[in-house]
């Protein structure tokens, strides 16, 4: 089964921050990673696909690049609304397997 | 507008067989490959269980050989049968369905989660 790393598990900012989340896999793949933005006691909604594709109705501060194993989540001015928990998800292979998630607080 | 809803969770007693339910609205089931995801408490997103348009079967080595996914085109509804429960099976469980486009496959839409506890 490809592991996903995610780093940092956890992180603290201020609103207006780049903040920047990465996904580090087991073995190298094709772009087949998504993102996803959970809050608590919701769903996991869908952020990025295809490693760098904006889900419709994203925002444009969240983006997404990377290839091979290593893979980044950047929110390029960080806003009230997206303090969150963060997954990365892998479509390259069975098992399907996510990141241990990035929770991101209020510093 | 897609919507997904689960159902069939609650209070289990070890061992217990419960069955999930994940009934589709705005779209047909038929036409899509679907998944669970479960999140133990205060945990990260754990993917269970897929199943193809064609009935291909896939399943994470926590739940192989327990629990079954299937679906029925004529109900527009997933199922997870839940078998031989144990306390750390206690998770929200999540329907969701899978999206392809432009070699990517991805979750593009989730059901609101149902939480199942196993406890005596």
């Known amino acids: 089964a490809i592991q996903l790393i995610q780093s940092p598990s956890s992180l603290s900012a201020s609103v207006g921050d780049r903040v920047t989340i990465t996904c580090r896999a087991s073995?190298?793949?094709?772009?087949?990673l998504a993102w996803y933005q959970q809050k608590p006691g919701k769903a996991p909604k869908l952020l990025i696909y295809?490693?760098?594709n904006l889900e419709t109705g994203v925002p444009s501060r969240f983006s997404g690049s990377g290839s091979g194993a290593d893979f980044t989540l950047t929110i390029s001015s960080l806003q009230p609304e997206d303090f969150a928990s963060y997954y990365c998800q892998q479509f390259n292979s069975f098992p399907l397997t996510f990141g241990g998630g990035t929770k991101v607080e209020i510093k | 507008e897609v919507q997904l809803v689960e159902s069939g969770g609650g209070l289990v007693q070890p061992g217990g067989s419960p069955r999930l339910s994940c009934a589709a609205s705005g779209f047909t089931v038929s036409t899509y490959e679907f998944n669970w995801v479960r999140q133990a408490p205060g945990k990260g997103l754990e993917w269970i269980s897929y199943?193809?348009?064609?009935?291909?079967?896939y399943y994470a080595d926590s739940v192989k050989g327990r629990f079954t996914i299937s679906r029925d085109n004529a109900k527009n509804s997933v199922y997870l049968q839940m078998n031989s429960l144990r306390a750390e099976d206690t998770a929200v469980y999540y329907c969701?369905?899978?999206?392809?486009?432009?070699?990517?496959?991805?979750?593009?839409?989730w059901g609101q989660g149902i939480l199942v506890t196993v406890s005596s």
């Open positions: 295809g490693g760098s």
């Open positions: 199943i193809s348009g064609s009935g291909s079967l």
């Open positions: 073995k190298a793949f094709s772009s087949t």
């Open positions: 969701a369905r899978s999206a392809f486009w432009s070699g990517s496959y991805y979750f593009d839409h």
